[in-house]
C-alpha cells in the first residue's frame, strides 16, 4: 500500500510533499521536458512519463497504485486568468477524474486554485465533485492557506480528497497563524542564511503615475506586477510568471513604506530606480515555496521560476499527503449507503 501516481506533476512539489508524507511515488506524468528533468534530477527512483495525460491508458496503473495525486493546469479557474473555465483546452480535471476511473486507487487527492470554488465556477465544481462520487467515494474539498502549515507564504489552494465510503477524513489542523499554535513564518526568517544565488537583474522602477492603497505592500507604486513583500509577514503568492517585473521584491531598508508615508502625506510622486530593493532571487523563491535548499531546478532560470510558481508547496503537501494515509489506516471502511458529497467551506 502506500503507492501513488502524480500527475501534472511539473517540478514534483506535490511528488515532494507526498514522500515525506510516507507515500512512495511510483510515477510522476508531466508533458513539459524541462520540469520532468528537474523532477528526475531530485527523485531518479521515481518512473518519469513525459507525456501527454490524454494520450495515457490509465488501466495499465490498476491495481499497482493505492493514491491519484495532482494539480491540473489551473488557468481556467485563475483569478489572475481569462477565467474560461471548462472552454479552456488546458482544462484536464476531467483527465484526472478519467485516471481515478481507469486507476481505481483506494484514494485520490485533486489541487487546484481557489477559484474554482467561485461562484460562477460552482456548478462546473459541484458537477466533478458528483462524479467522482459516483466513482464510489467519500468527497470532501476544503480551500486551505499554506501560511497557515508552516509555509512563509499566503497561497489559497483548493484540495479535494477521495476516500473509501464510511472511512473517516479530517484535512489537516492549522499549525501556524491565528488558528495554530504557532506565529506564521515570516520572509525574513525564511530568507535568514539563503544560499547565494544569481541576483535578478530587473530593476526596481517607480511607477510614473502610482495608485495609492492603504498598505504600502498592497497599492501599484512601482512598475511591473511583482510586488514588494512586507518582510515580517508571509509572502504574497509566487506567481509562475516571475522571472523579469513580475518577480516580487525586497525592501529590507524600508524604502517603499517610506515612500508610500510620503504619498499619503501629500507629497509628489518621484521617479527612478530604487537600488535599496531588488528582486527575489530563484532560491528565494524556492524557500517561500517551503523547497529545500538541495532541490534543484533544470532548464533556463525563467523556467526556474515558473516550475516553482507551478509547484504546490512540499510542506502543504505533506501536511494533506498526511492526512489521507492516516484516513486509509485508521479505520476499516463501512459499506456505503448512499452518495453523498462531504464540503468544508472556506474558513
Known amino acids: ?73 489551473c488557468q481556467p479557474f485563475s483569478v489572475s486568468g481569462k477565467q474560461m473555465g471548462h472552454l479552456d483546452v488546458r482544462d484536464m480535471v476531467p483527465e484526472f477524474i478519467r485516471a481515478v ?82 506565529k506564521y513564518q515570516t520572509v525574513r526568517q525564511a530568507l535568514a542564511d539563503v544560499p547565494h544565488d544569481e541576483p535578478n537583474r530587473a530593476k526596481v522602477v517607480l511607477a510614473k503615475n502610482p495608485i495609492l492603497r492603504k498598505s504600502p505592500y498592497a497599492g501599484m507604486l512601482l512598475n511591473g506586477k511583482g510586488r514588494p513583500l512586507n518582510m515580517d509577514a508571509p ?16 525592501d529590507p531598508e524600508g524604502i517603499i513604506r517610506k515612500y508610500h508615508d510620503h504619498l499619503s502625506n501629500g507629497g509628489r510622486p518621484r521617479s527612478g530606480t530604487l537600488n535599496e530593493c531588488r528582486r527575489l532571487t530563484v532560491r528565494e523563491s524556492a524557500r517561500l515555496q517551503s523547497f529545500p535548499d538541495w532541490f534543484e531546478f533544470i532548464g533556463r532560470r525563467n523556467q526556474h521560476y515558473a516550475q516553482i510558481g507551478n509547484a504546490v508547496p512540499p510542506d502543504l503537501a505533506k501536511m494533506v499527503g498526511i492526512a489521507v494515509l492516516s484516513s486509509l489506516n485508521a479505520v476499516r471502511p463501512q459499506k456505503k449507503r448512499a452518495p453523498k458529497i462531504r464540503t468544508v467551506e472556506k474558513t
Open 235 to 250: 509572502s504574497l503568492t509566487i506567481p509562475a510568471t516571475a522571472g523579469g517585473n513580475r518577480t516580487h521584491i525586497l
Open 1 to 73: 500500500m502506500n503507492r501513488a501516481i502524480d500527475l501534472f506533476a511539473g517540478a514534483g512539489g506535490l511528488s515532494l510533499g507526498l514522500k515525506m508524507a510516507g507515500w512512495d511515488v511510483r510515477v510522476a506524468v508531466e508533458y513539459d521536458a524541462t520540469a520532468v528533468e528537474t523532477h528526475r534530477k531530485n527523485m531518479p527512483e521515481v518512473l518519469h512519463v513525459c507525456d501527454d495525460v490524454r494520450d495515457i491508458d490509465f488501466t495499465t496503473y490498476a491495481s499497482a497504485i493505492d493514491l491519484v495525486a495532482g494539480g491540473p493546469p
Open 101 to 182: 476511473r481507469e486507476i481505481k486507487p483506494k484514494a485520490f487527492l485533486l489541487e487546484n486554485v481557489n477559484g474554482l470554488t467561485m461562484a460562477r465556477f460552482r456548478p462546473y465544481l459541484d458537477a466533478r465533485l458528483h462524479e467522482l462520487e459516483v466513482l464510489g467515494y467519500d468527497v470532501h474539498w476544503k480551500v486551505l492557506n499554506a501560511a497557515d502549515y508552516g509555509v512563509p507564504q499566503k497561497r489559497l489552494r483548493l484540495f479535494i480528497v477521495g476516500v473509501p465510503p464510511g472511512t473517516p477524513f479530517s484535512f489537516p489542523s492549522p499549525t501556524h497563524g491565528p488558528h495554530g499554535s504557532k
